[in-house]
């Protein structure tokens, strides 16, 4: 167990949806990263967050968006939900930016 | 631009040893990580290089050569359990970290 929770663990939903996935980070990290992992690929980073503020952006869709709150846990949105959305979207924290990150379970999202 | 590469898929046998290579590319370097995934399964962190040379811990050793811009995993004693994708991803300077496609391990009984 990294720590790093996720919810919810499974997500299935139609096209043009939209979903809000959620993360909490391990206790004293203030750095947040959200990845997406289609089946067979590897990670792909989507956005981070430092202490409420967004530090760097990845490959991420202009349907998506987050946000990492006071309490330091974050929220990926994504809406107009197309079937090539469907993946694992792990979140991972850390203490400081570009430190050892611990990843959450992950929240599998299909889109039907 | 910042580039990893590893090989997309290794094959080895229970009880033998085998060496997963990392090659990179990337503006700056401040360290190399290595992490294991199980299929559908969060990523474990298992090491991270600073410094060139070897780093031992149990099974596993981790080997960095910073002039070169090469890295490798070793495992030993290989387990079943030990099938598995492992990535490799580096710590650039002032940017974020980027993560290789990763190795995919299967281990033969």
């Known amino acids: 167990d990294s720590g790093v929770t996720q919810t919810p663990k499974h997500l299935i939903t139609a096209t043009g949806q939209r979903v809000t996935l959620r993360c909490s980070p391990r206790?004293?990290?203030?750095?947040v990263y959200w990845y997406q992992q289609s089946l067979d690929q590897g990670l792909q980073f989507l956005i981070q967050y430092y202490n409420g503020e967004e530090r760097a952006k990845g490959n991420i869709l202009e349907r998506f968006s987050a946000q990492q709150f006071p309490d330091l846990h974050s929220e990926l949105n994504l809406s107009s939900l197309e079937l090539g959305d469907s993946a694992l979207y792990f979140c991972a924290s850390s203490v400081r930016q570009q430190e050892t990150q611990y990843f959450g379970p992950g929240t599998r999202l299909l889109v039907l | 631009g910042q580039n990893i590469d590893q090989p997309t898929e290794m094959t080895a046998t229970e009880g033998a040893i085998v060496q997963i290579n990392c090659t990179y590319q990337?503006?700056?370097?401040?360290?190399l990580f290595w992490y294991q995934q199980h299929a559908g399964e969060a990523p474990t962190f298992l090491s991270y290089n600073v410094l060139d040379g070897l780093e031992e811990k149990g099974r596993f050793s981790s080997f960095l050569s910073r002039s070169k811009g090469y890295s490798y995993l070793l495992l030993k004693e290989l387990q079943m359990k030990d099938s598995a994708s492992y990535l490799c991803a580096v710590n650039p300077i002032e940017d974020k970290i980027i993560f290789g496609k990763g190795t995919r391990l299967h281990i033969l009984p």
């Open positions: 990337t503006s700056g370097f401040n360290g």
């Open positions: 206790s004293g990290d203030l750095s």
